[in-house]
T-cell receptor
Framework: NAGVMQNPRHLVRRRGQEARLRCSPMKGHSHVYWYRQLPEEGLKFMVYLQKENIIDESGMPKERFSAEFPKEGPSILRIQQVVRGDSAAYFC????????????FGNGTRLTVT | QKEVEQNSGPLSVPEGAIASLNCTYSDRGSQSFFWYRQYSGKSPELIMSIYSNGDKEDGRFTAQLNKASQYVSLLIRDSQPSDSATYLCAGGNNAGNMLTFGGGTRLMVKP
């Protein structure tokens, strides 16, 4: 029973490049969440998606960041024109349909902007 | 702004002792609460969930929920050095489909 799959595990980008982070939820899970974690800090919510819908993006920076969860394929978190401050661990989590379910996290993508 | 608050620590306990981790939350509509453990450089791992007032035990872990006081705690009995990690408390929203995380408490268990 595969868990939440994220790739790549590590991503290095130069300032100004684009970063694409991918997440495949657990089998049977239709809700996907993206969180960002800076070194020595807690998890900060970014965006919550269901298939083809963004449910809550209140944690997403207004510019350069976007997310999608298409009908087919993984969820994508896209960061355009990356800056050094974007360096962080980005975690994807999924949960099944319905409320009050725990989130199951992937191993994360560590983004380093040089 | 719905918040979940934790003391950042570090909380240091000797091996074999009981570690007590605490969390408060501001959203009175929260119905679900979770404790995650995160080792350095790793992803959060779910260790306990609790939905109703009282205690819930699972092995060496006991979660406690007091909705009137908006307080959640995690007790770890017979602490081991392998328990040394950051413990994240999370609360669900009214609909139960969103989690807000606290900043985490770093636990250090000394041999």
């Amino acid at each position: 029973n595969a868990g939440v799959m994220q790739n790549p595990r590590h991503l290095v980008r130069r300032r100004g490049q684009e970063a694409r982070l991918r997440c495949s939820p657990m089998k049977g899970h239709s809700h996907v969440y993206w969180y960002r974690q800076l070194p020595e800090e807690g998890l900060k919510f970014m965006v919550y998606l269901q298939k083809e819908n963004i449910i809550d993006e209140s944690g997403m920076p207004k510019e350069r960041f976007s997310a999608e969860f298409p009908k087919e394929g993984p969820s994508i978190l896209r960061i355009q024109q990356v800056v050094r401050g974007d360096s962080a661990a980005y975690f994807c989590a999924s949960s099944p349909e319905g409320g009050n379910s725990p989130l199951h996290f992937g191993n994360g993508t560590r983004l380093t902007v040089t | 702004q719905k918040e979940v608050e934790q003391n950042s620590g570090p909380l240091s306990v000797p091996e074999g002792a009981i570690a007590s981790l605490n969390c408060t939350y501001s959203d009175r509509g929260s119905q679900s609460f979770f404790w995650y453990r995160q080792y350095s450089g790793k992803s959060p791992e779910l260790i306990m969930s609790i939905y109703s007032n009282g205690d819930k035990e699972d092995g060496r872990f006991t979660a406690q929920l007091n909705k009137a006081s908006q307080y959640v705690s995690l007790l770890i009995r017979d602490s081991q050095p392998s328990d040394s990690a950051t413990y994240l408390c999370a609360g669900g929203n009214n609909a139960g489909n969103m989690l807000t995380f606290g900043g985490g408490t770093r636990l250090m268990v000394k041999p």
